[in-house]
């Protein structure tokens, strides 16, 4: 089955699926009588457990059955970048209040409190509907024994249980405090079935999703089952448990050893590998759509037969350039100046933040717009993050100002990575502004990560060798040393204005440009628009804050805008200086944020509120199963 195809079954016999048992989470219709119902005879089939199946992965991005949009959105953009430092909600102020409220730490008022919700309801849904696959497996096994190989047994019940441990993973790196369900809670709601109490150690938490992926381990097949790319394999559970265990580690430090262990078996096995240029990891080209760096994404599709556009990046298409670019809309989640100023480089193209303790304030960059032409040198991961102006937009024309909703609220960036190209063919043709809609993967865990929490767990494993970490960070700089932002659309009137060869030359026209090597250690390039310039760590490392501090900033450069810096902040612990440390300068910059100083405090903001329509909702007897977490 190709990948088209597999995701076009996302309204077909899914949707169906769905309708048979919606989540925990899915507010209070859960003690309605269900309606639209497949009759759970014509389930009972192959078809009917694979398609309960599709209906699990459905749940990683927002979907027309969760409760909303943009709070569930595969990336956690609205729960990861915002509340991060990595960039603010952009658009303007009168549009998504509920986000400028996460933005500024409000996360307990009305609106937020709504997008926490479809947080929650996308997450438990997903876990709900791994289970009922589970359930549906076994049900469909008893009765008709032949009806399924035993092999494609395996293969749906790894699946699911992977998926599973995804869902809770999701959710405990949010709340901590979570239940967590397996397909045994399959009692009625009014019989207490899915409201189970949050009173599990944390601990204890970590080691559920731990033993749901290597339970997956053993049963998932090496590659692909079915040959459609996308789908869970082993080594993908196994890449997924070292990543857990890293969590873990903050609270049980063993696990820092199991992770090293873990992830030396995933590298072995040599089935994943960087991209060959960072252009190719965030890309609407076919070519390099679930490739050798892809371990778990959210599967994009357009034109695909489904008439609105929800089985594209739903839950991103808010994050595109506003009117006056192709794309028409609609200017949220804007670069801070902060993270644009993290790419800063020194002479041997190392961050500057590791020796000058003023890199956000520096006169090297613009305290207010870093636009192409300003030619401090820096990491050509820059420009394949951040929209600047008089900079190529990928293949597209400059960035223009003119395309920002409202900078004086939000700043005169745009995101970057989730836009596909132009010549990719990756935009969608239905729904409302079908140009920003597109099928662009969402990585929700990549081997650029993978590498960088194998270099921390060797920072802190007792196992672990110290310049190992300097050895897999160079990796991941060495990668994105190979090529900076070209040209674009060489032949584009505002292209050819600022670099007049691009038009003429064919060796510089290409969208990404290689960067040259200088030295064994140093690679750069000098445009029109930007000096890219990126070095590698030359001298070992000597201490473990050294080196820590090294996989910090390469994962704050390498993953910028990907949902993933606030949950890193939150585990390696010092959030609340860290982000009063942002606070403090960006609010010169973004006048609204002086609504955020000195609110974010721990152990309150360790983490987010669980939502109290869930709470209310877990009651059985007057008694509420969930309980608040610290502060709130």
């Known amino acids: 089955m190709t990948m088209k195809k597999w995701n076009r079954l996302l309204y077909g016999i899914a949707g169906a699926l769905v309708a048979a048992g919606v989540a925990y989470a899915c507010n209070n219709f859960l003690d309605q009588p269900t309606q639209g119902v497949v009759d759970q005879t014509s389930l009972e089939t192959k078809a009917g457990v694979e398609g309960s199946l599709i209906a699990a992965y459905r749940s990683l991005d927002c979907s027309s059955s ?16 915002i509340p991060s430092g990595d960039a603010h909600k952009g658009s303007n102020a009168g549009d998504q209040q509920p986000i400028n409220d996460i933005e500024i730490y409000a996360w307990n008022v009305g609106e937020a409190e709504g997008y926490l919700n479809q947080k929650w309801s996308q997450v438990y849904e997903g876990v709900y509907r791994a289970n009922a696959t589970i359930r549906l497996l076994n049900l469909v096994v008893a009765a008709k024994p032949t009806e399924i190989s035993v092999a494609d047994q395996n293969g749906i019940r790894g699946e699911a249980l992977f998926l599973r441990a995804h869902y809770h993973f999701e959710a405990y790196r949010m709340w901590g405090h979570i239940p967590y369900y397996t397909e045994a809670d399959s009692t ?13 150690p944390l601990a204890q938490i970590i080691n559920n999703i731990i033993a749901d992926l290597n339970q997956a381990i053993t049963l998932l097949p090496a590659t692909p089952r079915n040959g ?97 670019s192709h794309f028409g809309c609609c200017g949220f989640h804007q670069p801070s100046q902060q993270l644009v100023n993290f790419f800063a480089v020194d002479a041997v193209g190392l961050p500057v933040a590791l020796s000058n303790t003023s890199w956000n304030t520096t006169a090297a960059l613009s305290d207010t717009n870093f636009s192409g032409g300003q030619l401090a040198a820096v990491d ?56 920003q809609t597109n099928d662009v993967n969402i990585h929700l865990f990549r081997f650029a990560d993978l590498l960088l929490l194998n270099a921390e767990a060797h920072v802190h494993a007792t196992t672990g060798v110290l310049d190992s970490a300097r050895v897999l960070i160079n990796l991941v700089r060495a990668r994105a040393g190979k090529v900076a932002q070209g040209c674009g659309a060489p032949t584009d009137s505002l292209v050819k204005a600022v670099w007049p060869t691009c038009a003429t030359n064919a060796a510089i026209q290409p969208m990404a440009l290689p960067m040259v090597a200088v030295t064994p250690t140093l690679d750069t390039l000098a445009t029109p628009w930007a000096v890219y310039k990126i070095g590698l760590y030359t001298t070992p490392f000597t201490t473990i804050a050294q080196a820590d501090l090294a996989v910090r900033y390469e994962r704050r450069l390498e993953l910028a805008m990907e949902g993933q810096r606030f949950f890193d902040l939150r585990r390696w612990g010092g959030a609340d200086s860290t982000i009063t440390n942002y606070i403090s300068v960006e609010r010169s910059r973004i006048p609204y944020l002086a609504q955020a100083a000195n609110i974010f405090t721990l152990p309150k903001y360790a983490l987010y509120p669980i939502p109290q329509d869930q709470i209310e909702l877990s009651r059985v007897g007057g008694q509420d199963r969930l309980v608040q977490n610290t502060g709130w």
């Open 66 to 81: 969760s409760a909303g949009s943009w709070g569930c959105a595969a990336s956690n953009w609205v729960w990861g970048s």
């Open 188 to 200: 009625p709601v009014s019989e207490g079935g899915y409201r189970k109490a949050n009173d599990l």
């Open 228 to 324: 459609d790319k996308g789908r869970l394999t082993k080594w993908a559970a196994m890449a997924y448990k070292g990543r857990v265990q890293v969590y873990g580690a903050a609270l049980t430090a063993a696990l820092w050893d199991s992770a090293v262990a873990t992830f030396r078996a995933v590298r072995q096995a040599n089935v994943y590998d960087l991209e060959t240029s960072f252009d190719h990891v965030w890309t609407g080209f076919q070519a390099y759509k679930d490739g050798k760096e892809t371990i778990l994404a959210f599967q994009a599709s357009v034109r695909d037969g489904e008439p609105s556009g929800w089985n594209s990046n739903w839950g991103e298409r808010l994050n595109f350039p506003h009117s006056g």
């Open 380 to 435: 050509p991961r820059l420009d394949w993050t951040v929209g600047r102006d008089k900079v190529p937009y990928k293949d597209w024309t400059l960035h223009n100002r003119s395309w920002i909703r409202d900078a004086t609220y939000s700043g005169p960036y745009s995101p970057k990575k989730n836009v596909h190209e132009q010549a990719a063919n990756a935009e969608n043709n239905v729904g409302w502004q079908a140009t």
